[in-house]
């Protein structure tokens, strides 16, 4: 079993940290200890005064072990703008991501990453991205899709940028989040036909989050995709 993996989405606010919890409930009912960690996070507050942000103080909350904040978000912006631009101080630096990765992987035997908006989301100045955060912690990727009108081109569109990084995509999470989303068989079906990568689960429209319930829709043995006939081209 792998380390970890990085969670990405199709878009912001689509899923990620559902996706995210969903995920650590699913290897923790597998008997795993799993952390998550959200290294670059704008929006946050000040709590008792250092700047949190609800996912990341989701994903500590959810974790086998508690662990201080700082190693759960060590970037956390104020502004719930792109973090290139929310960033007067404390610029995002992904060695000092890597190593506090290296610490988490001490903790746990599975560390999930939240990615930050979409895979091309810039990070600093200096031109890191996304990619380049999840290039340098080395993770298979999975990738969540917010199922609702639009999503084929957002989803294509990032499987294929994921394909370009090379990284593998270690699956596609369907995150319903749409509850009368016209078609919405039909729309996963054209997923899976061009994804080659697993289908690991479809979690279903659901406002408030039962992460019992919703581990039990991740399958991360079966359902494998062997169609190599994709209609998706990819440059790999
Ligand atoms: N399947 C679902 N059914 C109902 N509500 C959902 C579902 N998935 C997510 N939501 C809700 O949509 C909102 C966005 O979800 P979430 O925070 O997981 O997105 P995100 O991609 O992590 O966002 P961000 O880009 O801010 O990190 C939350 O309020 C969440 O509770
Ligand atoms: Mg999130």
Redesign the pocket.
Known sequence: MEQGFFIT?T???????????TLMHYFQAQGKTVVGM?PV?S?CDFIEGKLCN??ALLLQKNASVQLEYELINPFAYQAAISPHLAAEENPVVLPKIVSVFDVLKQHAQIVLV?G??GWYVPLNQQGDDVESMASCLGLPVIM?V?MRLGCLNHARLTYQAIINSGLRCAGWLA???D?VMQKLPENIDWLEQGIIAPLLGV???????DFKVLAKTIDFAGHINHNNNAVFHTNS
């Not at 979690?203 to 989050?209: D, G, H, S």
């Open positions: 989405g878009d912001t606010n689509i899923g990620k940290t559902r996706a995210t919890l959200k996070a929006g609800q996912d939240e930050v908006g969540v917010g995150n319903c989040v509850p979690l279903p429209y659901m406002p408030t989050a």
